[in-house]
């Protein structure tokens, strides 16, 4: 695994430090300790069994965990080396920076537009209806739909497939400029063309925005990731370079899981 001081040195700060992150559902521990930095150069793959605790560790990294009453985070966890855990840390704003997308497509019940247009209007990106144009059109062009919904900008993003309203989510979180996007199982709820074309913008989107995906299909972590932390029982077991952590990993958990010996 690369050191993090080699990483630094080769990039510079990372994007995103956790120091020593546990999470609690009331009594219960999910996340023991984690500490990991996502740099903006690369795509990180969070793997493991299910129920190792990848989704509540990425909740973590946007506050996401606030939402659940039961849930308690300790630790430290900075973006570009701020707390975002601070008091004065706005949430709201926090999540424009760290943007997610989630399991199942969750398109607002509304345009295909309004969709990509409520985030930059409510944070104050856009000063005219001309300005707001430009940023759906450009935000559906990076997400690779645009050329499916130009002339249907009107119709309700509900009324996409699966595939389209997935994209249409990350076309939402990219149209608020953010510094990293979450994504927890984009693909789990899509057919495999669809699953391919979301593999390939993650892709296409690689540089431009620190990104994390959780996924529990290793082909998919090789696949799209350069950087893989393997997680088991709310440990970080493993975190490295995808290609070391698939083909030469450090750890025995690490080998048994991505030999198929348990998951
Ligand atoms: N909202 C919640 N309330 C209580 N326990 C939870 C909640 N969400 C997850 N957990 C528990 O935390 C652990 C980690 O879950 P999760 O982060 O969803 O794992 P993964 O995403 O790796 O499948 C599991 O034991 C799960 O049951
Ligand atoms: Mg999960």
Redesign the pocket.
């Known amino acids: 695994m690369p050191s993090i001081d080699a990483e630094r040195a080769e990039h510079g700060p990372a994007k995103m430090t956790a120091r020593d992150v546990s999470v609690y559902?009331g009594d219960?521990q999910?996340i023991d300790t984690v500490s990991i930095d996502v740099f903006s150069e690369y795509v990180t793959a969070f793997i493991?069994p299910?129920?190792?605790?990848?989704?509540?560790f990425l909740r973590s990294l946007n506050r996401m965990n606030d939402t659940?009453p039961?849930?308690r985070v300790t630790g430290k966890i900075a973006l570009d080396g701020e707390d975002i855990y601070d008091s004065g840390m706005d949430v709201v704003q926090l999540r424009a920076r760290v943007g997610m997308v989630f399991q199942k497509p969750n398109p607002f019940p509304k345009s295909i537009y309004e969709n990509i247009a409520y985030g930059p209007r409510i944070h104050g990106l856009a000063d005219s209806k001309a300005d707001l144009d430009v940023i759906v059109e450009k935000s559906l062009l990076r997400a690779g739909l645009w050329n499916e919904v130009k002339d249907r900008l009107t119709d309700t993003g509900t009324a996409l497939s699966g595939g389209q309203q997935q994209r249409l989510c990350i076309a939402r979180a990219i149209a608020v400029e953010p510094e990293v996007i979450l994504m927890d199982e984009p693909c789990s709820a899509l057919d495999p063309i669809a699953t391919a074309k979301i593999e390939e913008l993650i892709d296409d989107l690689r540089g431009n925005y620190a990104i994390v995906i959780?996924t529990h299909s290793m082909q998919q972590a090789a696949r799209v990731s350069q950087r893989t932390a393997f997680?088991h029982l709310g440990h970080l077991v493993e975190y490295g370079l995808t290609s070391d952590v698939f083909t030469n990993p450090a750890e025995e958990r690490t080998k048994d899981y991505i030999t198929g010996r348990y998951g």
Do not use: E, L
Request: overall charge positive; some cysteine.
């Open positions: 559902y219960k999910a493991g299910s129920g190792c605790g990848k989704s509540t659940i039961s849930a959780v997680f």
